[in-house]
């Protein structure tokens, strides 16, 4: 008697675990689906350069941390460092390019965490290109009805990226033309000695 009790008990177990697997299947579908409505309308903006309609996938006190280690904290700041980034004066970039690569997701309640490669191209406006492929961080909160990032962290690799290589062929250039130039001038000194001393011999 105690056995088919224990066996009763086991499959009411199973069956309540196989009705609430059922009923919270559908509510992630449901999310995986605004999350991915959510990227495709970050990924359109952001390739437009449409920083409005950007902020509107933020939530209100949203903080970014940028591929040069800079960190803004809500939409005013984001559009400031997007517009002296892109747009001021003196703009550093003309144009970036994205294509997120999503590698994995996790979800707790009305929270989510996505990460995953960017696949973004940076043209500055010296004329560099700089594929740099960072790595992001998502962090995503159900607002309402909307899903919205709560935070975004980008990163490269800091010992081999194009901005690194770029720097190193800069330095490289520099090194050689000051080189050249002390060479020059070494041989400018050393052929006037050279004269000066066979005048002296000669007198």
Same mark, same amino acid.
């Given at each position: &008697? ?5 066996? !009763?008990?086991?499959? &009411? ?8 697997? #059922? ?6 579908? #449901? ?23 950007? %902020?509107?996938? %933020? ?25 002296? &980034? ?16 999503? $590698? ?19 043209? $500055? ?6 594929? %740099? ?15 919205? @990032?709560?935070? !975004? ?9 194009? +901005?690194?290589?770029?720097? +190193?062929?800069?330095?490289? +250039?520099? @090194?050689?033309?000051?080189? %050249?130039?002390?060479?020059? $001038? ?18």
């Amino acid at each position: &008697m105690k056995k088919n009790l224990l066996i !009763f008990i086991v499959l &009411m177990f199973v069956a309540v675990g196989s009705q609430a697997q #059922e009923k919270t299947l559908p509510a992630d579908r #449901e999310a995986e689906a605004a999350i991915t409505r959510l990227r495709e309308g970050l990924v359109d903006s952001f390739n437009h350069q449409d920083i409005d309609r950007l %902020l509107t996938f %933020l939530d209100t006190n949203a903080v970014l941390t940028w591929q040069n280690g800079e960190v803004c904290e809500g939409a005013p700041a984001i559009k400031a460092y997007y517009e002296r &980034m892109m747009k001021g004066d003196h703009p550093v970039v003309a144009k970036i390019t994205s294509n997120p690569e999503v $590698l994995g997701r996790h979800f707790q309640g009305d929270w989510a965490i996505s990460w995953g490669n960017l696949n973004d191209h940076f043209e $500055l406006t010296d004329g560099s290109q700089l594929p %740099l492929n960072s790595h992001f961080t998502a962090t995503i909160a159900r607002r309402g009805d909307r899903w919205l @990032v709560a935070a !975004f962290h980008v990163s490269v690799n800091a010992f081999d990226n194009p +901005v690194m290589a770029l720097a +190193v062929k800069k330095v490289s +250039v520099l @090194v050689g033309v000051v080189s %050249l130039v002390a060479g020059l $001038l070494v041989g400018v000194i050393a052929t006037r000695l050279l004269r000066r001393t066979k005048s002296v011999g000669a007198a």
